[in-house]
């Protein structure tokens, strides 16, 4: 992005006080450099106030941006991914939160982060996501429907849900485990009587993934790994896919199962559904400063510190 001015969306998560501060100071500063600022805030079922009349986070809210930026946590920058892809905007995460496993900048780096996003001195990474499509029976969860439609990624047919990270299909009933059945391109795989199974993508294999037992990839690589959870007397190895390849979970058996979709609870599959997944024809541009490469991530997951949440006042004055 070269444009002299530049329009910048914040998704800011209002749960977090030093995100909103920080919403506030930033959109000051872009605002008195000649930029467009659209501040946009979770729905006060996420912990914060709604964004816009309707209370709704939809791709228009993001659509014509130049650069998009979550101030939150996982969770916040996860909200924002989905409606980052729909437009092709670059987009990367400031970290409030705990552990921020996708989540590049520090809160006192935004003002000098932003400074070189608006004028293109940034390297943007082309990440792989999920294409997850639902037959046979689902019964939708409370809350927002987060699917997308053909209409707002062309080429992607009816409706569908994007994942970032990894779709899970596991178990309803604490204590059983749900029968599940694989298949790879239209071929026979395993078969799990397991806690789940997750087809996570290489952004998210350092998170449920490798919790899981499954291997950490590259995050910019094209591929899928499919990693079951806690199977009981069945195959335990995880199995990596190309990225031209679609994966299969289908539900047998007469106990129900659920979808999660990068966190967060879709609904309840019923016996016989399945859950298609493949790799996306686009990706997700995510803006990268360089300094959270593979090597730096892994040591601080299985090394994990102290997590410093706090801001210090005036950080955009401090940076500039």
Known sequence: MTSDVATV???????????VALASETSAWLTAE???????RLPETEGGASAGANGELTPATVAGADVAVSLGGDGTFLRLAPLAYTSRT???????????HLLEVDPLRLSEVLRRAVTGNVEVENRSVL??????GLAPAA???RSLREAEVPGEGGRWWMALNEVVVEKTVPGHMVHLTTTFDGEPGPTYRADGVLVSTPTGSTGYNLSAGGPVMAPEMRSMIVTPVAPHF??????VLNADRTVTIAVTAARPAVMVVDGREVGRLDPGAQVRCRIAPSALRVITVGD????????RILS???????LRTSTVRQQG
């Not at 000649?34 to 946009?40: E, I, N, S, Y």
């Not at 069945?234 to 199995?239: K, W």
């Not at 994990?304 to 706090?310: A, D, I, L, R």
């Open 131 to 136: 294409a997850v499509t639902v037959s046979g």
């Open 90 to 100: 670059p987009v990367f995460g400031v970290n409030f939160g705990r552990v921020g």
């Open 9 to 19: 969306a914040i998704l800011v998560n209002n749960g977090r006080p030093e995100a």
């Open 304 to 310: 994990p510190g102290p997590v410093e949440t706090g």
């Open 234 to 239: 069945s195959i335990d190895r995880s199995v």
């Open 34 to 40: 000649g930029h467009r600022v659209r501040v946009l």
């Open 143 to 145: 809350g927002d429907d």
């Open 292 to 299: 959270r490469r593979l090597g730096s991530v892994l040591r």
